[in-house]
């Protein structure tokens, strides 16, 4: 049973451009929720999607925005990259409340 | 004021020491609290899940809930040195949100 799968493993933009991550949940999760990782920190929330809807959002600005899909499948968009955005992106899914997060190995995003 | 707060270390013991990490809590409704651990260039896994106040053990590891305190604990009995990770401290509110602490380092040498 594949847990959760994220793409890219890393990739290096510039500022001002943008960028899309995604994420498979684990088999059976219908929740995707993404979290920003920056170095020495701890994962900050960004949204969380249920039923193809962002159900909450942390305290991220709009640059920020994603979707789901039927397939539970999940995109992490980020526009108007800044150098403070470069940081491993993190997507978790889970099954039910709370349920147990169940985190992929995440995206390294680099803005120079 | 933080919902979780963890001193980041980092920490380093040598090995079959018993280790203790903390975190303190910001809001008295929390009621779920988790510890995850994250090696090197890994996601977070989950270790340890408690609910409400007490222990909880699991071989050599065993978290502790004070909600009087707001404190949250956990212990690692004859660490070893492939315990050498980033553990992190987590809550759940109702509103459906988790918060994470900071983590802390913890290397421990053969």
């Known amino acids: 049973d594949a847990g959760v799968t994220q793409s890219p493993t890393h990739l290096i933009k510039t500022r001002g451009q943008q960028v899309t991550l995604r994420c498979s949940p684990k088999?059976?999760?219908?929740?995707v929720s993404w979290y920003q990782q920056a170095l020495g920190q701890g994962p900050q929330f960004i949204f969380q999607?249920?039923?193809?809807?962002?159900?909450q959002r942390g305290n991220f600005p709009d640059r920020f925005s994603g979707h789901q899909f039927p397939n539970y499948s999940s995109e992490l968009n980020v526009n108007a990259l800044l150098l403070g955005d470069s940081a491993l992106y993190l997507c978790?899914?889970?099954?039910?409340?709370?349920?147990?997060?169940?985190f992929g190995e995440g995206s390294r995003l680099t803005v120079l | 004021q933080k919902e979780v707060e963890q001193d980041p270390g980092p920490l380093s013991v040598p090995e079959g020491a018993i280790v203790s990490l903390n975190c303190t809590y910001s809001?008295?409704?929390?009621?779920?609290f988790m510890w995850y651990r994250q090696y090197s260039r890994k996601g977070p896994e989950l270790l340890m899940y408690t609910y409400s106040s007490g222990n909880k053990e699991d071989g050599r590891f065993t978290a502790q809930v004070d909600k009087s305190s707001k404190y949250i604990s956990l212990f690692i009995r004859d660490s070893q040195p492939s315990d050498s990770a980033t553990y992190l401290c987590a809550t759940w509110d109702t509103g459906n949100q988790f918060y994470f602490g900071t983590g802390t380092s913890l290397t421990v040498i053969p």
């Open positions: 809001n008295s409704a929390f009621q779920y």
């Open positions: 999607y249920y039923e193809e809807e962002e159900r």
């Open positions: 088999s059976g999760h219908d929740t």
């Open positions: 978790a899914s889970r099954e039910g409340v709370p349920g147990e997060l169940f």
